[in-house]
């Protein structure tokens, strides 16, 4: 990833989505060239110069202080994980020397890890690791994503079903906020490991192959997947809303590991106690995939 670009088109799509009222701004009317906010005002708001702001929107990142880029998030209104994301796209470009770029390591995923899963009989559980592909499951797990898992590059890989598998628009019944949300995550792993192969091909791979990717990588969307809701339509049991929690593994960082509940007597716990009685009709992720994390 080339940070100074990804500096230049993140600064730029955080103050086009700003209006001079939203900011606080006043605004005196007339044909605006820019949408959002001018470079001149998001410098006067995070008080630096607009000479040291245009460099910025320029990737040139040297020494940005802790305090500029508080007056960055407070112009912008970034979130707090908008302002870590920004934080890091400084820190490469500023970087002298680039990190030696991550390669995977190619393991077998902790039989612990397996057993810990195969114990969860009630409910579906997966591990994903920081590219969000599968690297293990249950067996109603593998029920719940046996489309996911039907892929033929190992390990199985959540964004390349959501872009590149016709089937996930009827799996995702918001398939558009699923497929944005995978965006997000896939662009602030980028921000926090710019040097992982893996996932520059995999980011590459889908702006090759889907326009619809390219367009929403181009908004620099940053998110967290820990908590929420999924609505899918399961091929076999039908519609089915579960939440889900994702936590991640003390003791690898890099794996993040998932549960699905439905609400008690809800037709979604129906479906998912139909769904468990039909395990034996998948093959899980077990504990001895050999897969690069």
């Known amino acids: 990833m080339e940070a100074r670009g990804d500096i230049k088109e993140f600064l730029t799509t955080r103050r086009a989505r700003l209006t001079p009222q939203q900011a606080g701004l006043p605004d005196y009317g007339g ?14 708001l995070a008080g630096i110069s607009v000479e040291y702001y245009n460099r910025l929107e320029r990737g040139v990142a040297t020494g940005v202080s802790p305090a500029v880029l508080d007056g960055l998030a407070r112009a912008l209104q970034l ?3 908008e302002t870590d994301h920004l934080r890091r ?6 970087s002298p020397t680039p990190g030696r770029p991550s390669r995977p390591k ?3 995923v902790h039989p612990a ?3 810990l899963l195969d114990a969860m009989t009630g409910v579906p559980a997966i591990v994903q690791n920081g590219r969000y592909e599968l690297v293990a499951t249950n067996a109603l797990g593998a029920a719940l994503y046996s489309e996911v898992l039907d892929q033929e590059q190992k390990p199985p890989s959540f964004p390349r079903y959501v872009f590149l598998d016709p089937r996930s628009q009827s799996f995702y019944q918001d398939w558009d906020e699923s497929a944005e949300l995978t965006v997000a995550l896939l662009r602030t792993r980028a921000g926090q490991d710019p040097h992982d192969l893996a996932l520059q091909a995999v980011i590459g ?4 192959k889907s326009e619809t990717f390219r367009r929403m990588w181009a908004e620099h969307r940053v998110r967290e997947h820990r908590s929420g809701k999924k609505r899918l339509h399961h091929s076999v049991v039908g519609d089915i809303e579960l939440a889900y929690e994702g936590m991640e593994l003390q003791t690898d960082r890099d794996l993040i590991l998932t549960t699905y509940t439905a609400e008690p007597g809800s037709a979604s716990a129906d479906a998912l106690t139909l769904l468990s009685t039909m ?8 504990a001895d995939l050999t897969t690069e994390t």
């Open 106 to 108: 190619r393991r077998r």
């Open 89 to 94: 796209l400084l820190q490469a470009a500023d």
């Open 205 to 208: 791979e889908l702006s090759t």
């Open 79 to 81: 979130d707090d994980l």
């Open 31 to 44: 044909h605006r060239r820019v949408p959002g906010l001018r470079r001149e005002e998001v410098a006067l």
């Open 279 to 286: 395990c034996a009709e998948f093959d899980p992720l077990g």
């Open 113 to 115: 890890l397996q057993q």
